[in-house]
């Protein structure tokens, strides 16, 4: 079973991150409104770079193409999985990402598409489209072979 347990807590690591965050938070809180607890996700307008999914497990993330607030378009994201020091890591064979994005008029992705990996390092979803644009929560989470949920960063976007 996925439990998305601490679903909205974002962890930042380093003061100044957290005062960015406390910047962002004040500046758009009542131009634009994310979904979930503010207080505990990082309010960002663009994708965070690296982000830690549990004690182990930090990733790296790019948007390739995107992201596009139009369900018509896909866009493309990409994951380089790391260790706790940033250093480049291949995780077991059989393990999985999956994306979700909320927003807080209640709906999700338009599609989530599937992260695909050759060498179990780096990963790239080339499917992912959003209904719309504005601001969303999004997820990404790391499974095992069976589902099991192992890690999970979640960060608010505006685009
Ligand atoms: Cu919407």
Known sequence: MLIPKDMFLFKTNSFNCLKKTLL??????????????HMKVLR???????VELNEKTNIQLKWLKGPFGDPQTDSIL???VLDKDKAAKSLPLGYHFFIQAS????????DTGEFKTTNQNEWINDEISFYMPGPYDIKIYLTDENYNELGEATWCSVF
Do not use: D, I, Y
Not at 24 to 37: E, G, R, V, Y
Not at 44 to 50: I, K, Q, R
Not at 103 to 110: E, I, K, Q, T
């Open 78 to 80: 990409f994951l380089k």
């Open 44 to 50: 960002t307008e663009t994708c965070p770079s690296v």
């Open 24 to 37: 962002l938070l004040s500046f758009f809180l009542n131009l634009t409104a994310c979904p979930l607890n």
């Open 103 to 110: 927003m807080g008029m209640g709906h999700g992705l338009s």
